[in-house]
């Protein structure tokens, strides 16, 4: 399966709360959904797309937008889709992997424009904690 074009239509960000300065401990719940899937042409289908980032009572960043793809099987995935609502675990890892790739980094950029934590997991950075059986071979870079 290829995806020829991945455009974004719509965004929108919305904060419920005003930042008061204290932090507070929120998650931050991802979801992507296919919202249209029809065929577009021999061997291809349009698909329209939403993905969400909600803060609970916090805010939420919503994406919407439509790719198109290329594939053998495309014509009968559309209509599967149509009929049930189901996408083949071929299309469907595809396809959200795809949305995510394009949409995560978007809300970040939004979620700093109107304050609210990034929708990604930040690394945690441990210092000065040791592993009990750990060979020196194993052993990563130290951060001091």
């Known amino acids: 399966m290829q995806i020829k074009n991945l455009q974004l ?43 969400t980032a909600s803060y609970g009572p916090l805010g939420v960043i919503k994406i919407e937008g439509s790719m198109l793809i290329n594939d053998a099987n495309a014509h009968d995935a559309a209509g599967k889709w149509a009929s049930s609502r189901q996408l083949e675990p071929e299309f469907a890892k595809m396809i959200h992997n795809s949305v995510m790739q394009a949409c995560v980094p978007q809300a970040v950029g939004l979620a700093k424009d109107i304050r609210l934590p990034p929708p990604i997991p930040l690394p945690t950075i441990n210092v000065g904690q040791q592993k009990a059986s750990v060979s020196g071979s194993q052993l990563g870079p130290e951060f001091a």
């Open 9 to 51: 239509k719509a965004m929108e960000a919305r904060r419920y709360q005003s930042p008061d300065g204290r932090p507070m401990q929120i998650r931050i719940d991802h979801n992507s959904s296919v919202t249209l899937f029809a065929p577009a042409g021999e061997n291809e289908a349009n698909i329209e797309f939403q993905y």
